[in-house]
């Protein structure tokens, strides 16, 4: 069955530190595949989206770019701020038409 | 924007009670759904509807009971609740249903905000 297995958390960054978070998934055929963030209190909220190969997802300082050679999601931001503290889930929406989701991985951004 | 409203936003409950979490949303989604969120597991899905009258299994479905008789509301049942089924729970709409690749409906999901339920 389809699956997505992220980087282990936590993990705490400074200021303006690069992230990377690695994600990776299995699954049949050609699934869209998803970052979800969660912030404290919150429900999670749809932060970007692939839907094909090669395609670079983007929202708020944050890209990831869908890789079927290596069947990665990785998602990046070049320079994190505290308001980024948050959990981070990677997902992917295959042949099933459901959401499989990633266990999180938790950011803490410090001043 | 009400959005997705999920009450309660806390509960406890002793071995062998009853509830039913209540999720309502007010976009006119077609897709609803509930998962459960548990440490080191993600979230799971446990029922979902494509429409009113319209439910079906998810991953986790045993336990909870669901039911869609209108377009906003899909309220959540714990017959007999269990310390197993401590957990964040959340639900989630849709405008359309789920598809697949770049041919999909709106793929977007809105959460609400969760609900934390312990069973002692």
């Known amino acids: 069955g389809d699956s997505v297995t992220q980087m282990e958390g936590p993990v705490t960054l400074s200021e303006e530190a690069f992230l990377t978070i690695n994600c990776t998934y299995t699954?049949?055929?050609?699934?869209?595949l998803f970052w979800y963030v969660q912030y404290p209190g919150e429900g999670l909220q749809l932060l970007l989206k692939?839907?094909?190969?090669?395609d670079k997802g983007s929202n708020k300082g944050f890209e990831a770019t869908y890789r079927k050679e290596t069947t990665s999601f990785h998602l990046e931001k070049g320079s994190v701020q505290v308001s980024d503290s948050a959990v981070y889930f990677c997902?992917?929406?295959?042949?099933?038409?459901?959401?499989?989701f990633g266990s999180g991985t938790q950011l803490t951004v410090l001043p | 924007n009400a959005g997705v409203t999920q009450t309660p936003k806390f509960q406890v409950l002793k071995t062998g009670q009853s509830m039913t979490l209540q999720c309502a949303q007010d976009?006119?989604?077609?897709?609803m759904s509930w998962y459960r969120q548990d440490p080191g597991m993600g979230l799971r899905l446990i029922h979902y509807s494509v429409g009113a009258g319209i439910t079906d299994q998810g991953e986790v479905p045993n336990g909870y009971n669901v039911s869609r008789s209108t377009t906003e509301d899909f309220p959540l049942r714990l017959l007999s609740a269990a310390p197993s089924q401590t957990s964040v729970y959340f639900c989630?709409?849709?405008?359309?249903?789920?598809?697949?690749?770049?041919?999909?409906?709106?793929?977007?999901?809105?959460f609400g905000s969760g609900t934390q339920l312990s069973v002692l």
């Open positions: 692939a839907t094909k190969a090669d």
């Open positions: 699954a049949t055929g050609y699934p869209s």
């Open positions: 997902a992917l929406r295959g042949s099933a038409r459901q959401l499989t």
């Open positions: 976009m006119n989604h077609e897709y």
């Open positions: 989630a709409s849709s405008f359309g249903t789920p598809g697949q690749g770049a041919g999909a409906t709106n793929e977007k999901l809105f």
